[in-house]
């Protein structure tokens, strides 16, 4: 591995890092409702064509934080899916979705 793999390789960590907080904001909130679904699968697509061609060109620094990009993507993806079709992936401690047993009052207050 030579000097420029090293930069490729910082700079591929940097941009897929990057990606991080909104994926730990997707996880604490279980919810992507603030994504395009378009843009997501968009985005899916092209690291998929990043990966493939990382791999035929034998460029580590290419395929792996893309390959990384993907996994953290298609959790946002997933999580939006979800949201999409009305699965909740939120339970209180009794089991019950979040939600589903209370309702908030003009003020916020919640109610049984």
Not at 9 to 30: E, I, M, N, Y
Not at 55 to 79: H, K, S
Not at 103 to 108: H, I, L, Y
């Amino acid at each position: 591995m030579d000097n420029i793999e090293y930069i490729g390789l910082v700079a591929s960590g940097l941009a897929t890092f990057a990606f991080l907080p909104q994926v730990v904001k997707t996880w604490q909130t279980r919810s992507a409702n603030d994504f395009s679904l378009a843009t997501l699968l968009m985005l899916e697509a092209g690291v998929c064509l990043w990966i493939v061609y990382g791999v035929m060109r034998d460029a580590p620094a290419i395929w792996l934080g893309n390959g990384v990009t993907f996994a953290l993507a298609g959790y946002i993806l997933v999580v939006k899916a979800r949201n999409v079709i009305g699965i909740s992936t939120s339970t209180t401690k009794a089991g019950r979705r979040l939600g589903a047993a209370s309702t908030k009052g003009a003020a916020g207050a919640r109610h049984p």
